[in-house]
């Protein structure tokens, strides 16, 4: 398993997200002050990942599809197009908190053993498990990490085999590599180049590429590459901290390293959400 940690500061919001890589599932752990998230604008993956996603709210409300808020600790599932790739008349949903905090696991259909889909409502979680997500939260680790799906497996929720598929000793080539690309996690840097990071790892630009594809099939990061994850990870924290009270379009550029609202212009029509400012007026956070 994999882990790194991204913070962002802005104004009177923080953002810091906690990003965990294994074979067979994915999570976040993520905490979000004074900021809020809208399904509705979360941006699109490039290909179809074909997973479902179990959301927890630790903190904070969440609203769906416009409805009353409710107050966490609760949990939900979410289909693909209701996360990831929406589709038209897929419910969207909202989450938000001073602070709110969000664990949210990533797994193929077939390990999620629960009705997937918004539309259900939240499900019943044992306290063992919640004590497991309060662990987590207090303490973000691998270890930790594990004693959640070893809990949620227990509970009939995800796969019971699906904390002994994680990897304690990864390779050493992986080793080796995200030595390398967590610093550019944690800075959101799209900006190295291979050749610079084939510097750094003593690996020659055919080797890097191999391992890198290797990586990215391996853990199932998004879009083609480490590249395409990361430049899908700074548009999303774009969209929330746009969320933030008092900020400005231009400053989230500058904050997020666009260097311009241009260029954040660009990434997201490229994206196909509408223009920053449409977005930010849609996602302020309630009390600005």
Request: aromatic share 6%; with cysteine; hydrophobic share 40%.
């Amino acid at each position: 398993m994999h882990s790194a940690t991204t913070t962002r500061t802005f104004g009177p919001s923080t953002l810091c997200v906690t990003a965990f890589l294994e074979r067979r599932f994915r999570a976040n752990l993520t905490v979000r002050d004074r900021l809020l998230f809208d399904s509705a604008y979360n941006p699109p993956v490039k290909a179809p990942t074909s997973s479902v996603h179990l959301y927890a709210q630790l903190r904070g409300s969440l609203s769906i599809a416009g409805g009353p808020p409710m107050g966490g600790p609760l949990a939900v599932t979410l289909d693909e197009t209701e996360l990831d790739r929406r589709t038209p008349g897929s419910p969207a949903f909202r989450s938000w908190g001073g602070p709110a905090v969000v664990v949210e696991i990533r797994v193929a259909a077939a390990d999620l053993h629960v009705p997937v889909g918004l539309r259900n409502g939240p499900l019943h979680l044992p306290t063992r498990v919640w004590d497991a997500y309060r662990a987590l939260e207090a303490a973000p680790s691998e270890a930790n990490l594990h004693e959640l799906i070893v809990r949620l497996g227990e509970a009939r929720i995800l796969s019971s085999d699906l904390a002994g598929s994680v990897v304690r000793d990864e390779p050493e080539r992986f080793v080796r590599l995200w030595e390398v690309l967590r610093p550019l996690y944690e800075d959101l840097s799209t900006s190295s180049s291979l050749k610079q990071i084939a510097i750094i790892t003593r690996l020659s630009l055919r080797q890097l590429g191999r391992d890198l594809g290797e990586l990215t099939q391996t853990f199932g990061l998004y879009g083609t590459g480490f590249r395409d994850a990361i430049g899908i990870l700074r548009l999303r924290t774009a969209v929330v901290m746009l969320s933030s009270p008092g900020a400005t379009a231009s400053d989230v550029a500058r904050v997020i390293g666009y260097g311009s609202l241009a260029a954040m212009g660009r990434a997201f029509r490229d994206a196909r959400l509408p223009a920053p400012s449409v977005v930010q007026d849609a996602v302020r956070y309630p009390d600005a």
